[in-house]
Structure formats: C-alpha cells, structure tokens
C-alpha cells in the first residue's frame, strides 16, 4: 500500500514545461484517438446504403454522451490540479465584451454556413463530395431527429469548446511560455483533426474556424461567445441540410 501510495504520488509530480503528464495524455488522445475514431466511424457509415431513424438517434446519442463524459473527466483532472473554471474560460470575465462578441460572432458564423449551404444546394447531387454525402446520412430528416440533434448541438457547442478553447488553449499557451498566439494556432489544429472525417475542405474550414473561436475567447476570456456560435453553426447545418439540400428521407425502417 506504501509503494502504491508513493507511485501516485510520484505521477502527480510529473510535469513537462510546467504542464502535469495527464494534461499531456489528454492533449495526446484529442490529437489521435478523436480523429482515427471520427473517421472510422463515418467510413462505417458511408459505407451503409442508408440509414435508419434509429441508427442516427443512437449516432447522436452516444456522441453526446461520450462528450459529456469526456467534459466530466477533464473538470475532474482539472480540479485535481488546483485549475478553476475561470482557467478554462467558464465565466463573464468581461460581461459586455462577452455579449457584444457573441452577437457579432453567431451572426457571422451562421451567415456564413447559411451561404455555404445555399452555394452547395445549387450544384448537383453528384457534385456535393464528401460534405453532402455527410449531410444525406448523418443530417436529421424527421421531427424527433431534430430534436435530438438539436441536444446535440448545444452539446458540441459547450463540450468541445471547452476541450479546445478552454483546456487544449489555455494548456498550450502556458506551454508555450505565456503565447497567446501558440495556444490558438496549437487548439485551432487539434480542432481542425477532430473534423478529419470530413476531408481536406473541412480540415481547412475547421481550422479558420478554430481560430476565430480561439481569438474569441482570448480577447473577451469567455468561452461564450464561441459556444453558442459553435452551436449556432451546427445547428443551421443540421437543421436547415434536408430542406437546401432537397434531401428526403432516406428509409422509413425505425
């Protein structure tokens, strides 16, 4: 029990440019198992015909889960070492900046995905690649659907902003010896690798994306205004995707 208690004690100890080993392990996986297991799962799923009701409310319910857990254990490594939540950007620092950016913010973020579907409704079928095969599998097509994938939204909004904007930012930049501008390119790439599945224009757009996000929350030390944008954005994707892009159901199996 003596060694078992002095080999815990001696990991909590372990740190590498001032940032503790776990938080290195948690960058690790959202650089790796994310992205391999993001574009395992939608090859599955290309690789389907169709896709059931059903099968897309599980997609959506286990990726909510999975990203409520993961916040979970990130706030308790994060408590473990002595971070707040303000460290992360849980908070109104600055209330008025804060609402000021999250308007400007969500108007253009979801200007510019309404644009980009309008654009993409305008080709054909054929001519939608990766993103529109995406959107015709994965995209809710029914009442209940929407519903769901709008909990899921909210969640991703809230969830990955604070893995990225919050922890993998706010880590990198005392990494990096205080770098602002390390901390959102480094959270900006990481996002961008969570979005592999979605091919090389959405690695790109993710990653610009990322960094406004990014810019967001270093200038108004909230992780609000990137949230709901995030959110904002998934969910003029998911919910206005069937009708720009014509889709129709694709099976009436349940």
Request: net charge positive.
């Given at each position: 029990?003596?060694?078992?208690?002095?080999?815990?004690?001696?990991?909590?100890?372990?740190?590498f440019?001032?940032?503790?080993?776990?938080?290195?392990?948690?960058?690790?996986?959202?650089?790796?198992?994310?992205?391999?297991?993001?574009?395992?799962?939608?090859?599955?799923l290309l690789?389907q015909?169709?896709l059931?009701s059903a099968?897309?409310?599980?997609?959506?319910?286990a990726?909510?889960?999975?990203?409520?857990?993961?916040?979970?254990?990130?706030?308790w490594r994060g408590?473990?070492?002595?971070?707040l939540?303000?460290?992360?950007?849980?908070?109104l620092?600055?209330?008025?900046?804060?609402?000021?950016?999250?308007?400007?913010?969500?108007v253009?973020?979801?200007?510019?995905?309404?644009?980009?579907?309008?654009k993409?409704?305008?080709?054909?079928?054929?001519?939608?690649?990766?993103?529109?095969?995406?959107?015709?599998?994965?995209?809710p097509?029914r009442?209940?659907?929407?519903?769901?994938?709008?909990?899921?939204?909210?969640?991703?909004?809230?969830?990955?902003?604070?893995?990225?904007?919050?922890?993998?930012?706010?880590?990198?930049e005392r990494a990096?010896?205080?770098s602002?501008?390390?901390?959102?390119?480094?959270?900006s790439?990481?996002?961008?690798?969570?979005?592999?599945?979605?091919?090389?224009?959405?690695?790109?757009?993710?990653?610009v994306?990322?960094g406004?996000?990014?810019?967001?929350?270093?200038?108004?030390?909230?992780?609000?205004?990137?949230?709901?944008?995030?959110?904002?954005?998934?969910?003029?994707?998911?919910?206005?995707?069937?009708?720009?892009?014509?889709?129709?159901?694709?099976?009436?199996?349940?």
């Amino acid at each position: 029990m003596n060694l078992m208690r002095e080999f815990f004690a001696w990991t909590e100890s372990l740190n590498f440019a001032g940032v503790p080993w776990d938080f290195w392990a948690i960058l690790a996986l959202l650089a790796t198992l994310v992205p391999w297991r993001g574009v395992v799962r939608v090859r599955k799923l290309l690789e389907q015909p169709a896709l059931t009701s059903a099968e897309r409310l599980n997609l959506y319910g286990a990726t909510i889960a999975a990203q409520w857990i993961g916040a979970g254990i990130l706030a308790w490594r994060g408590w473990a070492r002595g971070y707040l939540p303000a460290d992360w950007g849980v908070g109104l620092p600055n209330p008025g900046a804060a609402f000021s950016a999250t308007a400007v913010l969500l108007v253009l973020a979801c200007g510019v995905q309404i644009i980009s579907l309008r654009k993409l409704a305008q080709l054909s079928p054929e001519r939608h690649g990766l993103i529109g095969q995406l959107m015709r599998k994965l995209m809710p097509q029914r009442a209940v659907e929407s519903l769901v994938f709008a909990t899921l939204a909210l969640t991703a909004g809230i969830c990955e902003e604070y893995f990225y904007r919050g922890f993998a930012l706010t880590i990198i930049e005392r990494a990096s010896g205080g770098s602002a501008f390390a901390g959102i390119v480094a959270s900006s790439a990481l996002f961008a690798l969570a979005h592999l599945y979605q091919g090389r224009r959405g690695l790109l757009a993710t990653f610009v994306l990322g960094g406004i996000f990014g810019i967001s929350r270093t200038l108004t030390g909230s992780l609000l205004p990137a949230a709901v944008a995030h959110a904002g954005v998934d969910l003029v994707a998911g919910l206005w995707a069937a009708r720009k892009l014509r889709l129709s159901p694709q099976s009436s199996r349940s």
